[in-house]
């Protein structure tokens, strides 16, 4: 999120934070009332100022004011709409994360904070007013997420359909080197015959998984197909060179991939991809962890929650309790509290950043300190990391991101149309006479 130039198209939007940083000036007036909150001229004004700092920076030409104002005030009630949404919801950026986020603003540009707050000075824009916006722009983004992500619904059927596209756009100019055993069924075999050689098949498929099995030895001895002499090798072929039944089952599939067994007419396959050009595969660090969660409340306060998992942590590191059965008892997480805290198999990216940022650098078998995400305060012990390739998966969650983004997108506008018809909107008037 290139978090800059949404500051400089929305700096102004400060509304009651503007009033109650800046001086009290006896001309100004309110121009629009939405529901409890008022929008100032003031806000009118210095929305302008930006808008027309931001064009001169970019060569940018701009309308009339007189057009732009409509713009101005637009964008403003809906902000403010948005953070009356988030109050409702209890959000709140604290100063940890809106550090984080206005960090992030100066690495885009490419500046030091010191040279970030350097260049706001020179623009006239003072870093308490910045940081205010910051603020304001993430809690109404927060707000309009959590509420869209609600009305977003996506069939596993929809992710399935777009994912065979992707995959047949990706399969173009790819190339597969593959080996073949196949377990021969005659015809008119009974239904005994069918088993044994399905049971064949099977077995094969155990030991090819097994480390060291050679492919080509298997077919050696067990394959009928016809490059049995061969190892069972056919070589380098585009999927639309291979027969059908090989190609309907490589897809998504990466090196070293061994596939089936399954049927056809002639019995049962058995494939391996022993390389592959032209494709891009992906392989990912999967994470096997366990934590326990506290959730802060009237009763129990951020301080309470801390020293409670630091006392857990201690004991747990002496030996005088048991990880999994504190983490049955007093875990908030209520799906891995019966687990004993277990989260099983995930990539990193699925948690929150705090969260991601302790599985990714604690040491395997190491026990976290206390630490606090949106959800409450953890402590997490990583006990595994392994390799996965995750190609498959990865069309489909590159399906899944295109079509929430496409539905989001849409919902997004639709609910702030509901948002904006639901709200009592008055306009004493405002003046587009700039001095």
């Known amino acids: 999120m290139k978090m800059w130039k949404s500051f400089l198209v929305g700096l102004s939007l400060l509304g009651l934070t503007t009033s109650s940083l800046a001086a009290i000036q006896p001309l100004d007036k309110v121009v629009t009332i939405v529901n409890e909150s008022v929008i100032l001229q003031s806000d009118v004004d ?19 004011d007189s057009v732009l104002i409509n713009q101005v005030m637009e964008k403003l009630i809906m902000e403010t709409l948005q953070l009356q949404q988030a109050e409702q919801f209890g959000i709140r950026i604290d100063d940890n994360r809106l550090d984080q986020a206005i960090a992030q603003i100066a690495a885009e540009r490419n500046m030091s904070l010191a040279q970030l707050q350097q260049e706001l000075a020179s623009n006239g824009i003072s870093y308490p007013m910045f940081r205010e916006q910051i603020r304001r722009d993430l809690t109404a983004s927060e707000a309009r997420t959590i509420m869209v992500r609600r009305r977003i619904n996506i069939l596993p059927q929809e992710v399935d ?31 005994t015959d ?28 067990a394959s009928n197909g016809p490059k049995a002499l061969q190892g069972g090798a056919w070589g380098w072929m585009s999927p639309e060179e291979m027969p059908t039944i090989f190609a309907d089952q490589i897809h ?21 991809i022993n390389d592959v050009k032209g494709l891009e595969t992906i392989s990912v660090t999967e994470v096997k962890a366990r934590h326990i969660l506290l959730k802060t409340s009237v009763i129990l306060s951020d301080e309470g929650a801390k020293k409670e998992l630091e006392q857990v942590r201690q004991d747990v590191l002496a030996g005088r309790r048991n990880f999994a059965d504190a983490a049955q008892a007093l875990s908030a997480d209520p799906g891995s509290a019966v687990n004993g805290g277990d989260l099983g ?6 948690y929150v950043p705090e969260f991601k940022a302790q599985v990714e650098s604690l040491p395997e078998g190491t026990l976290s300190e206390p630490f606090k995400t949106v959800h409450g305060w953890h402590i997490v012990e990583v006990l595994d990391r392994r390799q996965v390739d995750r190609t498959d998966a990865a069309v489909k969650n590159r399906a899944y991101r295109i ?23 008055e306009q004493p008037g405002y003046d587009d006479e700039q001095g």
């Open 46 to 64: 210095a929305m302008l100022k930006t808008v027309h700092l931001n064009a001169a920076q970019q060569g940018q030409s701009l309308p009339d």
């Open 161 to 191: 359909n777009l994912a065979t596209q992707l995959n047949q756009q990706q399969q173009e100019g790819v190339q597969y080197n593959v080996s073949h055993i196949l377990i021969r069924l005659d015809e008119g075999a009974s239904q």
């Open 194 to 221: 069918r088993q044994r050689a399905e049971g064949k098949a099977r077995d094969l498929v155990t030991q090819l998984n097994q480390p060291g099995t050679d492919f080509a030895n298997l077919a050696y001895s």
């Open 252 to 272: 998504g599939q990466g090196k070293g991939a061994i596939i089936g067994p399954f049927r056809s007419g002639v019995g049962y396959h058995i494939l391996k």
């Open 345 to 350: 198999w995930q990539t990193p990216d699925i």
């Open 403 to 425: 079509l929430f983004s496409r539905k989001f997108n849409e919902e997004a506008q639709a609910w702030l149309q509901e948002l904006r018809a639901g709200a009592y909107i």
